[in-house]
């Protein structure tokens, strides 16, 4: 090999460095010897509680963090809120599925957590091994992602009202009122999108469209974030349930066990939910949903792929976009990571990139222009 060939040899990636925090010793063995399978990550070190990870962040500089949320000392999410308060940094959750940890993932998603995988409860070792390989993905992923700088507190669950007092915003419509939708917007979502499906809800208006989701999410959580989506926007927001109608008004969510399709009949679009297999590697997948809205393309006002890894939905999306269907993607300074939108686009299925901040403007444009938006009181 001659000199030239080896001066243009690029130098090898330098592995991902992670810090495991949990106080579990289990726990760390376990994580070590899953990421240690990957060549690409590199375990620097393990921290039982948040002040030992404060220290070994000064020492060893890692690229990410895996949490766990109940620690001593100082639970996960007063951690994450220093931290990306101090030294932002990328973060992958990692806890046990209860209620309770549902709602307080979300918050450390809102804090600016970049993605998180459930811990099981029972046979640790043999469910842990199981979720090696989407672990080792959102690690990785999670070292190229967008990291947002001092995270704004995550916003209060709203309680439902008192006999005779100020109704939450979603309640303005009461549910028995709707009408079923003649248009219909749909968004697929993955890494990042719980907070940019917040960030697009809450500054949108009563329209008279209806909204359907699907967002990647385990299925504990799913049903969580409608509720906590729905407590303060505008909309009507619910986790979707076999059949559904899709209402003008509202915005039904997929569960986070079973892909969504959406039907016709008798005129009305109607939610049927799917337990067959995972579709690229994803239950619910968007890519199902698309497909399925491929069948009565001109009620869909809108397709939207919004941050996401993967290509989950994407050539779903050039079969909607074939048909007419106005197709927007999430450009990339503004994804958390830009791989669903990005494959959109890059397949040549998009109609428009823009930045999240403009989705909602796009969205009551293409309203008015239908003339779908809620008569004001």
Known sequence: ????????????????????????????????RILSQDP?????????????????????????????????????????????????????MVSSLTHRNAQVTL???????????TKPQFNVVEEMEAYAGDLIRKVKMAARAKIRGPAEEPAAEAAPPEPGGRARPGDERPAARLTPADKIIAIGS??????????????????????????????AFSR????????????????????DVVHAGQVLIAPGSHHLRLEKGAGQLRCRLDDSA??????????VMFDSLGQFPHQVALAIMLTGMGDDGADAMGRLHEKGVRTIAQDE????????????????HVDQVAPLEEMPR????AARRLGLLAATH
């Not at 995972?278 to 890519?287: D, Q, T």
């Open 1 to 32: 090999m001659s000199m030239n060939s080896l001066a243009r040899t690029p130098a090898p990636a330098r592995p991902i460095r992670v810090l495991i925090v949990d106080d579990s010793l289990l726990i760390q063995r376990l994580l070590t």
């Open 40 to 92: 690409a990550l590199e375990v620097v070190g393990v921290a039982a509680d948040p002040y030992e990870a404060r220290e070994k962040i000064k020492q060893l500089n890692p690229d990410v963090l895996t949490l766990d949320i109940e620690m001593p000392r100082m639970d996960g999410i007063q951690f994450l809120r220093n931290l990306m308060r101090l030294r932002p940094m990328p973060v992958v």
């Open 107 to 117: 918050d450390a998603l809102a804090l600016g957590a970049v993605d998180f995988v």
């Open 190 to 219: 993955s890494t990042g999108g719980t907070e940019a499906l917040k960030a697009i809800f809450t500054a949108l208006p009563a329209l008279r469209m209806g909204f359907v989701i699907t967002q990647h999410i385990p299925p």
């Open 224 to 243: 969580s974030f409608a509720q906590r989506l729905d407590s303060i926007c505008a909309l009507h927001v619910k986790e979707a349930e076999e059949g």
């Open 278 to 287: 995972p579709v690229n590697c994803h239950k619910p997948s968007v890519e």
């Open 333 to 348: 300074a503004s994804s958390v990571v830009w791989g669903m939108p990005g494959q959109a686009v890059r397949r040549g």
């Open 362 to 365: 796009l969205i009551t444009e």
